[in-house]
């Protein structure tokens, strides 16, 4: 079978893969503060459809998966399910997001079941701000986590990754830099997209990327590019002059990297889609509790794929939102 692309040629290598809508925040950039109608079990995948998905996308040409929510450290059996997973044969990387409230906890079994990066969510380091956005006040158990984490070197890197919004994000920038280059995090801001429930989102809300690296250099000087010759990266990335520590910063609204995205997303209840703005799914579920072959599992996702978005449109007037929320989709 043909390698996986899409009708723009993009070769799509990385997959992310929500194992759970739930999650224990109600971060106002994502859900209300009363949550959502959570899906019921017999909608939700299980492990062995997921990994059974999974296995079939790397055999036609999926690199990198990476575990998300919801919350996936919510859903019980997170580190045996990592295990099933290491066993593809041709999988390179296998990643997750967290909002690290139940690491303290699960660092260790995640590490030995063979994690080997993680991405840890956090948009202050100051407990009332923190409290405010995520509507719980839960900071020290997400630090207490970061901690665990540093005992297992066997997850590098341990990327922190901070929403940012206009009005509240740019008082923590520098405090956030200080603390990963005191713990050799690397540390980056995503540009704040509209995939709230609540609808609130606006395009003055938005704190650019470049407003956030204008801040650091204020402090530091001239940040230094760091390049991998990977066109589908989706972090800018630099260093410090005197080379501790790194920064990146995620533009998808003032810089979009549409052009290069090598990602698909498969949400918990197991719909495929090609653009986190997507308006259609593709429903694999359906694919595999129908008893077809993988042959044809394959064909299907082939068949999304090549009908993939050209681009998310943000900011143009023909834009449509996505037809789920962040926590619905899918980090």
């Given amino acids: 079978m043909e390698p996986l692309a899409d009708s723009y040629g993009r070769r799509i290598k990385s997959m992310r893969i929500s194992i759970t809508d739930k999650c224990n925040f109600r971060c106002a950039y994502c859900m209300p503060a009363e949550g959502l109608p959570w899906l019921k079990k017999s909608e939700i995948l299980s492990y062995e459809e997921l990994e059974h998905i999974a296995r079939v996308a790397v055999s036609i040409g999926i690199e990198q998966i990476r575990l998300t929510g919801g919350e996936p450290l919510v859903r019980r059996d997170v580190p045996e399910f990592v295990r099933q997973l290491r066993q593809i044969e041709g999988l390179r990387s296998l990643s997750l997001t967290t909002n690290g409230i139940l690491l303290k906890q699960q660092a260790k079994v995640l590490a030995e079941a063979g994690l080997s990066r993680i991405n840890v969510s956090l948009d202050s380091l100051v407990r009332e701000k923190f409290a405010q956005l995520t509507r719980r006040d839960q900071l020290e158990r997400v630090l207490e986590g970061l901690a665990e984490l540093e005992k297992y070197p066997s997850i590098y890197p341990v990327k922190i990754n901070a929403v940012a919004i206009r009005g509240y994000s740019e008082e923590d920038v520098l405090d956030f830099v200080r ?8 540390m980056r801001w995503i540009e704040f997209m509209p995939l709230d429930a609540d609808q609130i989102w606006c395009k003055e809300d938005i704190l650019t990327g470049g407003e956030i690296k204008a801040i650091i250099e204020t ?3 001239p940040l230094v590019p760091i390049t991998t010759g990977d066109p589908s990266e989706t972090a800018r990335r630099y260093t410090f002059s005197d080379g ?3 920064v990146g910063f995620i533009n998808p609204v003032s810089e979009p990297f549409c052009a290069h995205c090598d990602r698909i997303r498969l949400t918990a209840d197991g719909q ?3 653009c986190l703005f997507a308006t259609e799914e593709t429903d694999l579920r359906a694919v595999l509790r129908g008893g077809k072959s993988d042959e044809e599992l394959a064909a299907t996702i082939h068949q999304a794929v090549w009908h993939k978005e050209l681009k998310h449109y943000i900011g143009d007037k023909r834009f449509r ?4 929320s962040m926590s619905m989709i899918g980090g």
């Fill in 179 to 186: 603390f990963a280059r005191n713990k050799a995090y690397v």
């Fill in 219 to 221: 402090q530091y000087g």
């Fill in 244 to 246: 501790v520590g790194e």
């Fill in 272 to 274: 495929l889609r090609t």
């Fill in 321 to 324: 939102r996505a037809n789920r």
